[in-house]
């Protein structure tokens, strides 16, 4: 089975703290995506990357930049955190591209910024 | 931004009902996807159908799509009290990598 693994259930960070949320897959999956997760909005795509080095901005990419240096990890940072990115955040993985294959996520991070 | 929008937006049935839950959608698509999440958790894939399919079967789930409507309907039989979960349809976009997600339709199973 594929695993997502994301690094933290819960986290609890301060305005202004630059944030860091890992998750690493092991699959060997070349796509990676981060979501956020709000009440009633569904999921919004923040970035995802489709090979090591490489990304590309999704919906809602304003505050946030990702890392992608090695295949099985995508990390998310928060540059400076602000309390509207209180929300609960989604890593997802499949293995090539077109649609038709399923995302695998991990069991998301809940992080509240204070 | 939002193309697919589940229909009811909550449900809740007795244990041994059937379940239906609707996705619309505004653009022509290649496929449609359901997942579910359980609370607090990620989501999990139940059912890919192709824009060329009707009905598809996986299990106690059927679903179907109806390409000149946009819309596609998850049917859950015989539910059960661990079906209580949030469910999502997903369309795919103009990329090759990125789905469109709907907020969700949250299904209460009562024992």
């Known amino acids: 089975d594929v695993k997502v693994t994301q690094s933290s259930r819960y986290l609890v960070k301060r305005t202004g703290e630059k944030v860091f949320l890992e998750c690493v897959q092991d699959?060997?999956?070349?796509?990676m995506f981060w979501y956020r997760q709000d009440p009633g909005l569904g999921l919004r795509l923040i970035y995802f990357?489709?090979?090591?080095?490489?990304?590309e901005k999704g919906d809602i990419p304003e505050g946030y930049s990702v890392s992608r240096e090695k295949k099985e990890r995508f990390s998310l940072i928060l540059e400076s955190a602000s309390t509207n990115q209180t929300s609960m955040y989604l890593c997802?993985?499949?293995?090539?591209?077109?649609?038709?294959?399923?995302?695998?996520f991990g069991d998301g991070t809940r992080l509240s910024i204070l | 931004s939002q193309q697919g929008e589940e229909d009811p937006q909550a449900l809740s049935i007795q244990e041994g009902e059937n379940a239906t839950m609707n996705c619309s959608y505004k653009?022509?698509?290649?496929?449609l996807q359901w997942y579910r999440q359980n609370s607090g958790r990620g989501l999990v894939h139940l059912i890919l159908?192709?824009?060329n399919e009707r009905e598809k079967h996986s299990g106690r789930l059927r679903v179907t799509l109806d390409t000149s409507k946009k819309s596609s309907s998850l049917l859950i039989t015989a539910s059960r009290a661990a079906d209580t979960a949030s469910y999502f349809c997903?369309?795919?976009?103009?990329?090759?990598?990125?789905?469109?997600w709907g907020a969700g339709t949250k299904l209460i199973i009562k024992p």
């Open positions: 159908i192709r824009s």
């Open positions: 997903a369309t795919d976009a103009n990329s090759n990598y990125q789905l469109i």
């Open positions: 653009t022509s698509i290649n496929n």
């Open positions: 699959m060997d999956h070349e796509n």
């Open positions: 997802a993985s499949n293995p090539s591209q077109g649609q038709d294959q399923p995302q695998h």
């Open positions: 990357s489709y090979d090591v080095k490489m990304k």
